[in-house]
């Protein structure tokens, strides 16, 4: 800051600035001098944005004699909700799909009206349909705001200038409107209102500085990112105290790459757990949505949860927050149930259906369960009917404290300024009585979510040496170093983005910074030549590249001299951590071996699991690891396998011979196929209660009906045999070891041949049972282990359209369409059934011997397929590791 500016503002003169971001800048300069000079206190600068000099104004005069005639100031919420409600009455509300989106855009065409002096020259240009429809809204707008004594921000400015000359507003003997590179129609009015009054009114801005200054090519985005980083932290290094800055113009895109890269430079740790940092020694000056907080988001959750219903993936978010009374307590026991309701929940869920779910499950949440019940109590007293906004208000605190928002734990810095400006949304959101009828609980909701997003909120940091700019917010600010990025030709100067409900001539001809191609070129160059005469250093970069395209420098910075830039070799903690290695290679694919008599559930799964892959099985079955189930609609392949399991083994449990069967009457077998598909439902409905209800129960009765019947048809069609057993649990001793399993059905020949049978509703193929590591070897190992006498092995596959036995037999005549040895389309079968017995005697015993001993190699068996649907992928890393594998080939 210039020691005469300085001294103007210490003898009482007051500042303006354009933004709010050049403001604090000057105040944190001015505070700077004053300590440089040894004080130890002093008056505040009188430093203020433009519109908060406006706003100061107005309430000196709404506090004054003259109160009774002032219109009241309605707040950004309030206008927007005006608009919405004026759209929403209006002819056009039936052709527009997002009126909220449509309301904003209205009023910054009203805003933008205002500003640039429009509204006189509207009628001279021919409209558009958006252009009459803005103009009845504008009508109406004004109608409304008039007959109930309001005025909006896009108004305050002439309303105060009104006012100037009454001695009730404070105005300063003079006024220095600093950095304002182009003064608005509006705010020339006013000044010269305020000259009128008797202040003199002077312009100032930063003395230009000439320095060193560079063009710089980079990679790309992340590169250039990446590469400012690096720059800033050197010249933090090289001077503590030196004024850094990075323009980005693309910030609002880049903003969480942007925090990323230079989180990661400056802190190398930052991202590991538990780790904290006070501050980091940048600031990013665009915020971020209030719904992207974690602690905002949770009370949206909380919120969602006490309406109608809500996605299950959003209700476990919220059963693992920590921003709920007990989360501490509860915390791995929340986890516990949240992968338990995962089996039995419905995609879409209720807050009383949730509760149902609690209930069942073994991991006990007592806190949990009890906020939730409450809550379920005060939505079915408070969250009914129309209320006004106030009422709403107040509902939502009360809402929140009933569920222990926000927690048990201490918050932080951010959550705790966090949680005050989301008790401020909450007051915005009680004021909207003032244009807002009564509104149901979802509207309610709604709106107050889309005035988090709107709410950009950055919370307060201490002063920090490295400033993340837009490209508007520079303006007026000096540095000791700049970087802009972002030049290239594509995007500098940026495209204009006229408002859609003005008249494009209109805003070309009015000079509107982006409302013509011309002006956004005007704009652009304007803010090129600032930056080339703010700083001691500059570095103006572009990425080189842009996916698949080739990219050039901007023509506004051609004439910059393009040259390297040495910079230092910053290590990522990554690196750093490798640098101190001792590190030795080797595969480790051997796991301890599995104790004699150790318990192993699983059942057949274990040898199906070993066979595709050592480790999947290893991980599964000894680790206990299992992945998280995502919840479905309806009845899953597994689970409509299941009904029809259930339904055939109650049918052959009753009928238990070929004869019994031949001997029903059509009327009988229907009404035991209608009783057994009843029973199966009335199981499958316990243990996930909503699944089948109403008319879907009746059409899943028909469809397993329908599948018995066709099935039963083809095994009328065998000779005579007896079913020995249904859903047979046996006990299997292979290779070391002892697994619980399940025979879905053992048949016996009336000439005593056995059959050992499963079912499948999927596609079977008898090669799946075949081979040194068989995809389906449950049937070869029923075989071998319980029924070593079978003459055959078969799926039964019940599927609709194609119902048939697969499988391998010892004799032709055993059972319709199965094969028998040898057979040239079975290329890993042997050639009789005697050494194909013995070829899965052994190799499933070398299995089982496999996963006894340890083994545990990353080996699936047909990759990527068989790792598709894995659930340990993320363990093994079996993509990195191919990944770097491919790497050290090409190298």
Known sequence: MHHDLAQRIEAGCAVVTPNRRLATHLKHEYDALQVQAGKRAWPTADILPFSAFVERAYSDALYSGHAAGLPLLLAPAQEQALWESIIRDSDAEGTLLAIPEAAALAREAWRLAHAWGLLPRLGKFSLNEDGKAFQLWARHYESITRRERHTDGARLADLVASLLATAEIRKPKLLIRYGFDRVMPQQAAFFKALAAAGCEVASAGPEPRGGDSRRVGCADSADEIRRAAIWARSRLEANGGARIGIVAPALVRQRKAIHRIFSAVMEPDYALPGSRHAAFPFNISLGEALTAFPLVSAAFLVLELAGREIDFER?????????????????????????????????????????????????????????????????????????????????????????????????????????????????????????????????????????????????????????????????????????????????????????????????????????????????????????????????????????DRELEPSPLIVAVPEQELALPDYASYRDAVHRLRKLESGEDGKAPPLAAGAALGGGTAVIKNHAACPFRAFALHRLGAEGLEVPHAGLNALERGTLVHRVLAQVWAHFKTKSALDGTGEAELSTLLGRAAEEAIARIRRERPTVLSGRFADIEKRRLVRLARSWLELEKQRGGFTVLAVEDRRRLDIGGLSLNARLDRVDETDDGRRIVIDYKTGKASPGSMVGMRPDEPQLPLYLVSAEPDAAAVAFAQVRAGDMKFAGLARDADILPDVRTLPDGKLKLAEPSWGQQMEAWRAGLARIAAEFAAGEARVDPKRYPDTCRHCDVTPFCRIYERLENALEEDAE
Not at 339 to 359: C, F, H, N, S, Y
Not at 394 to 402: R, T
Not at 431 to 440: E, I
Not at 493 to 499: A, E, Q
């Open 315 to 547: 209700a476990s978010r919220l059963i693992r927050s920590p921003f709920l009374a007990g989360a501490e307590a509860e915390l791995a026991r929340r986890a516990q149930l949240d992968a338990g309701l995962r089996k039995r929940a419905e995609p879409v869920i209720t807050l009383d259906r949730l509760l149902a779910l609690i209930a069942r499950e073994e991991a006990g949440c007592p806190v949990l369960a009890q906020r939730l019940s409450a809550l379920a109590k005060f939505r079915r007293a408070r969250l009914f009917g129309g209320q006004p906004p106030s009422a709403w208000a107040k509902g939502i605190y009360d809402a929140l404290a009933v569920i222990g928002f926000p927690g048990e734990r201490g918050l932080d810095s951010v959550e705790y300024q966090t949680l005050g400006k989301w008790h401020e949304l909450i007051t915005d959101f009680a004021a909207l009585d003032r244009v807002l009828p009564r509104a149901g609980y979802s509207d309610m909701l709604s709106r107050l979510r889309r005035m988090a997003v709107d709410t950009l909120f950055q919370p307060e940091t201490p002063a920090v040496p490295i400033q993340i700019l837009g490209e508007l917010e520079a303006t007026g600010m000096q540095f000791d170093h700049l970087w802009v990025m972002g030049l290239a030709d594509e995007s500098w100067p940026p495209g204009p983005r006229p408002n859609p409900f003005l008249p494009v001539e209109l805003q070309r001809d009015a000079g509107l910074p982006q409302g013509s191609a011309a002006g956004s070129l005007e704009l652009a160059r304007r803010l090129t030549g600032e930056w080339l005469s703010c700083a001691g250093e500059l570095v103006l970069s572009y990425p080189q590249h842009e996916d």
